[in-house]
């Protein structure tokens, strides 16, 4: 075989391996991570056996998908080149976790634009319309998002034109309960929680003090007290089940020094202390919610790290890391199957950013160290084959 066919050869090879880590790093390496995940078992609440005793049949599972901070990038923040990658990788993972998993239910819990609390109204239309390409769903998979501080600004820069376009954007309120095969989400804007007589405060409010006086009664709606009854009487019933909160700042604590697992805080970030209203909720509005609604599981946001705490030796919380390659390199979402007497919880970690760079770097290595060789082996072939070319003769007069 000639040196030129051999360059011709190698040239095709060189350019069927880029393509190929390309297609692997860009498509294949989701449906690698995401296929090691699966849809937990109910592992929390009474046991199965107790909930089978009286020959009733057992509850309908719900399957919902838990994320976190997307933070679309803005008109304002960001190169084109950051915007561009990470939700290219935000795009690719959440529509190949619908493809592999085919959720019921989709809970974002906020900070789902970066520059929410200060964009235009044409740039926030423009974040509007990339969200809904990025997070397009079936038919049968529901959406449901939640408001987070820099989708309608910290307590501070919070207005009700801010809220109104976001609960807008995704035909919601940023207070309410959806209920779903039996299974009751208390949907709350942690935002407005700072407990100072705001505006809005004084509206989320009274909304969760309406939705809790609701859900005490459906708790109670087999109750023979009168007096219980006459409180009642107007109130909506829900299936009688205590909620899951779902907010975004996270409940009250000091830091994230107990958080352990591969999604947690850096160990030098650990320790460094929470601020009340702006890291996590305060002292009172947390212990304001646990007394309320008494939740048998809350799930937030905002830290763009995992964590697992039980409040008051009871309350489990579980805070959802960020869904963004900007904010964490190992991102992550959460697979949760409810009941209506149980709940199970599994975490599906997406692909590292580090792990694409370094296929990257170390296929641009690989072409680097190639590439001479072969335009070596090209340039002998070329010139071995001028060499042996027959010349024309001409004759002259």
Known sequence: MSCLSVAC????????AV??????????IYYAAILQCGWPGIDHGAPASERSADGQPEPEVLRAMVLSDTHLLGAVGGHWF???RREWQMERAFQTALALLRPEVVFILGDVFDEGKWSSPKNWEDDVCRFQKMFRHPSDTELVVLVGNHDIGFHYEMDWFKLQRFEKAFNTTSTRMVTKKGVN???????????????????????????????????????QSSIIREYCQDAWTYPSTTP????HYPLYRVSDAGCTGRDAA????????????????SQEASHRLLQWFKPRLVLSGHTHSGCQVLHDNK???ISVPSFNWRNRNNPSFILGSFSSSGYGLSKCFLPEESTVIALYCSTGASLLFLLPLVHCLWMRGLFRCLILCPISKHKFL
């Open 82 to 84: 950051d915007k561009l």
């Open 9 to 16: 050869s190698a040239v095709i090879v060189l350019f069927g």
């Open 185 to 223: 989400f208390l949907l709350v804007n942690s935002v407005a929680l700072h407990g100072d007589g705001c505006p809005i405060c004084q509206s989320v409010e009274k909304q969760l003090h309406t939705l809790s006086r609701d859900l005490n009664c459906s708790l109670l709606q087999n109750s």
């Open 19 to 28: 393509c190929s880590v390309f297609i692997f790093c860009e498509y294949l």
């Open 315 to 317: 309350y489990p919380e």
């Open 266 to 281: 850096p160990p030098e970030e650990r320790h460094l202390l929470f601020r009340e209203k702006y890291d996590v909720l």
């Open 244 to 247: 899951i909160i779902l907010q």
